[in-house]
């Protein structure tokens, strides 16, 4: 039987606010333990939240990025469950009435657009951290730490539109870049700021009724996210296939031993006894302060790629790379500042650095080369101080190194050789070395000009300039 993934992903985006939702306390990550904490966020008994307003600010921006319909009047609810890093025993977050609903996001998989429905983006707080010491002088111990209590978050719910580990990939990209475009979030999947879990589920190719699903967890990095799917449906496919059933429950992604593994049976929403939170009044928003956020929205990866392909003539594949996240879009034009050549520029990108930061599993923000470096070096292959293929050389040197390609031409004597009578030396080099090849080349086998090419590039260690050689080898046969 052939099986169909049916995908929802549920995204947690911290946003990026000086003090926490509902209290003034700081969100700045990395203090000292129970540093950032007070009466409200640690559900002291008397104390009351009070709505940060930059909070319902960044939502409505991250709703009308993704064409969210924002609710005039919305609620926040009770989620009650126990659990020691939850100190009020219910954490605050929206249900029934959420801020924003029936929005969407493009994505691109291998050259195919389509859309991805979101079904709501509602805010709520975040939970604290546990500290699991295996090893202390006490014997196991928990530590809890309330800082990250009532940090704001947001919530991003997918409809279960994907149906593979590359559309689920290509989401999450598309929608971290939208939230880091807007400047709402720093988008770090290794401190917790982007956070997705995965419902999947599979049903026969065909077949409209959904499967039975489960809930992914524990997935820091969209590679993770992609392999417990893949992971997912591999285990699923064999459940299904030996006429087991698949039970709905959490499990948790294991990335050292790369599978998942049971966590616990999945609770339903009646479980979390959700009701209006009665601290705090009902949310009504002001369409014409709708409007003022919306005039102030920046430029979107979508409207970016359009420009790029418009201003810079460069292919929309291009320019669908180049926007992917707003730092290798600065990046991009950053080189262009220096250097004007659009689609030179796009290719190196493409190519070479993208290859070695992928290996490196860099992100552009801890490339070693500056976008002013890579123009430059640019600029000295159209001078001719080095040749198109010894730029690939020195760029790999630039990126070990973090050097400027001015200074390893230098110290490696790379400059290109543009003197006619050390080019024409090699010529007849190679010439008188392969006389059969002149002769066959004199009766009108063109095709062997390529080869004396590559044996004058070889003879001088691919520093002559091609253009001369050609000019000259012409010349000479
Ligand atoms: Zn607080």
Not at 99 to 104: A, E, I
Not at 231 to 245: F, N, P, S, V
Not at 363 to 383: G, H, Q, R, Y
Not at 444 to 472: H, I, R, S, Y
Request: proline letters at 5%.
């Amino acid at each position: 039987m052939e099986y169909e993934p049916v995908i929802g992903l549920e995204v947690h985006a911290q946003l990026l606010t000086r003090s926490k939702i509902f209290c003034g306390c700081s969100t700045l990550f990395g203090a000292d333990a129970n540093t950032h904490t007070c009466p409200v966020c640690t559900g002291l008994p008397g104390s009351l939240p009070v709505l940060n307003k930059k909070v319902v600010e960044f939502t409505v921006r991250a709703a009308l990025a993704t064409q969210c319909r924002i609710a005039p009047y919305s609620q926040f609810a009770r989620k009650n469950y126990f659990y020691p890093d939850l100190p009020k025993g219910y954490q605050i977050s929206q249900y029934e009435l959420p801020l924003s609903t029936d929005g969407h996001v493009e994505i691109q998989v291998d050259g195919k657009k389509k859309r991805i429905g979101l079904i709501r983006i509602h805010m709520e707080e975040d939970a604290g951290k546990l500290i699991h010491d295996l090893s202390s002088d006490r014997g196991a111990s928990s530590y809890v730490d309330f800082n990250r209590t009532g940090v704001p978050l947001i919530e991003i719910v997918s409809a279960p539109d994907l149906q593979s580990p590359e559309e689920a990939g290509a989401y999450l990209r598309k929608l971290r870049a939208i939230l880091m475009f807007l400047d709402i979030c720093d988008g770090n999947m290794e401190e917790g700021s982007f956070r997705c879990d995965a419902n999947i589920s599979l049903r026969p190719k065909g077949q409209k009724a959904f499967g039975v699903k489960t809930e992914l967890k524990n997935m820091n990095s969209f590679r993770n996210v992609q392999k417990a799917l893949d992971y997912e449906i591999r285990r699923q496919t064999a459940l299904l296939d030996q006429g087991d059933k698949v039970i709905q429950e959490t499990r948790l992604w294991d990335a050292a031993r790369g599978m998942t593994a049971s966590m616990r049976g999945k609770e339903e929403a009646h479980d979390y006894r959700y009701f209006p939170d009665p601290d705090l009044v009902p949310l009504v928003i002001d369409p014409s302060w709708v409007e003022k956020i919306r005039a102030g929205l920046p430029e979107l990866p979508e409207q970016k790629k359009d420009r790029f392909v418009r201003d810079y003539g460069i292919p929309e594949y291009d320019a669908e790379i180049l926007t992917s996240s707003k730092a290798l879009a600065n990046y991009y034009e950053g080189c262009l500042k220096i250097y004007d050549q659009p689609k030179i520029i796009s290719n190196w990108i493409m190519s070479e650095l993208l290859r070695e930061l992928k290996r490196d599993e860099r992100e552009i923000e801890e490339c070693p080369v500056p976008a002013a470096n890579l123009a430059e070096m640019l600029k000295m292959i159209d001078e001719g101080v080095i040749s198109g293929k010894i730029a690939k050389s020195v760029f790999e040197d630039m990126y070990r190194t973090g050097k400027r390609a001015q200074e390893i031409v230098r110290e490696k004597g790379l400059v290109q050789v543009t003197d006619t009578s050390a080019i024409e030396k090699a010529i007849d080099q190679v010439l008188a070395a392969n006389p059969s090849e002149v002769e066959a080349y004199r009766k009108g086998k063109d095709k062997l000009f390529g080869f004396f090419v590559g044996q004058v590039m070889k003879a001088t260690q691919g520093k002559a300039n091609p253009q001369l050689v050609n000019e000259l080898l012409k010349k000479k046969l």
